[in-house]
């Protein structure tokens, strides 16, 4: 597969934050994004936390 067809995820924090917003303000333990498949396929990918944000998951090659 060409390099510029491959997925990728920005190294930016997708989402900030630690809590849901009020009234609820649960804290917040995880959160993923779900990439869906034009053959409805889907792939689960949780972002991991670090420095108040939730970032994308570390590219396997380091």
Avoid: N, S
């Amino acid at each position: 597969m060409p390099e510029g067809d491959t997925f990728r995820l920005p190294p930016v924090p997708l989402a900030t934050g630690d809590r849901l917003a009020p009234p609820d303000g649960r804290v917040v333990v995880g959160v993923e994004l779900v990439v869906t498949t034009e053959d409805g396929d889907r792939t689960r990918l949780p972002l991991r936390a670090e420095h108040g944000a939730w970032w994308a998951p570390a590219h396997p090659e380091g």
